[in-house]
């Protein structure tokens, strides 16, 4: 009997996500984006009072509580859109490498590379956001998600292009299996940058605009309180009620009415008045936490014939 040879097959390269996930698990990368998007959402509502939220001492719970607002609307947008430029991309990919199709498939990657190129290097402006970029692009723009998304959205296109441009060329021969791979994970690097810039820039915009929204409804989701205090305390605004009790209440013989608390930490509380004040708008009081005030909170009553 002849000899049977016996070949080992060479066992696969593991890709760089492959290699990334001994690193980094999927779950723990997945909270650490949770955690980014929820601080800046809290970041940039309390900024909009004038407090910074690392003065609150908010734990990680109450960061990941924050991303779900500020993470739904474009997640869904995105994984739709996704899901669309995926199909669209296998059937252009699948349709232009027939071989009846040579010179169409020519002519598409020469101008899916020219056209993905220049958006590309549209990325430094959009991202750097240089005083001219501002002064010709942006300020024509709507605010909102039309300045802070639609340039981005440009650069994510021409990652695409030069994406189905590099995988033409590949699926004509014209390039090894190594710079394609690199190439591949350049454009995905790329894309991944764009998605985590434009989300986070809709969660600073969600916080900004969620705290604008609850000024304007005067702070009615925000529990009612009386201030008590040992001394006298000038009021934040105009529209704050204080009154000296007297003696018989004493150690607090001083009460303010037409505070809300906006947060509190361990050493202080952030009262805001109920309603704005002409001359200065939503004024933030920040007082210690300590034996020289009282804070009672207000109930609201939903009984019978409420309105």
């Given at each position: ?38 601080a800046t959402y809290w970041n940039a509502y309390y900024t909009y009072f004038g407090i910074r ?255």
């Open positions: 009997m002849g000899r049977q040879q016996v070949t080992e097959e060479k066992p696969r390269s593991k890709s760089f996500v492959e290699k990334a996930a001994y690193v980094v698990t999927p779950g723990a990368a997945v909270l650490g984006l949770l955690y980014y998007f929820g939220v690392n003065q609150l001492d908010y734990s990680i719970q109450d960061y990941l509580l924050g991303s779900p607002q500020a993470l739904f609307l474009p997640v869904w947008i995105l994984l739709t859109l996704g899901v669309l430029v995926f199909f669209v991309f296998r059937w252009a990919e699948r349709e232009l490498a027939r071989p009846r199709h040579t010179q169409l498939r020519t002519l598409v990657c020469r101008s899916a590379a020219a056209v993905g190129v220049v958006l590309l290097l549209l990325g430094f402006p959009v991202f750097l956001e240089p005083p001219w970029w501002s002064d010709l692009v942006l300020s024509r723009l709507s605010s909102g998600w039309p300045r802070d998304l639609v340039p981005t959205l440009f650069v994510a296109i021409g990652a695409v292009l030069m994406m189905l441009a590099l995988r033409l060329y590949h699926r004509s021969g014209g390039q090894g299996e190594g710079p394609w791979r690199l190439a591949e994970g350049f454009m995905i690097a790329v894309l991944a940058m764009v998605l985590f810039f434009d989300v986070a820039r809709y969660a600073r915009g969600v916080g900004e605009s969620s705290a604008a929204a609850e000024a304007q409804r005067h702070f009615s989701d925000l529990p009612a309180v009386l201030l008590h205090t040992r001394e006298p305390v000038e009021p934040a605004s105009a529209t704050i009620r204080c009154v000296d009790e007297g003696k018989q209440h004493q150690p607090f013989r001083y009460r303010c009415e037409g505070y809300r608390v906006l947060a509190h930490s361990k050493t202080h509380y952030y009262l805001i008045p109920t309603y704005q004040d002409q001359q200065w708008g939503d004024v933030t009081m920040i007082l210690m936490d300590d034996a020289s005030i009282r804070v009672q909170v207000r109930g609201e009553y939903r009984g019978m014939g409420a309105s």
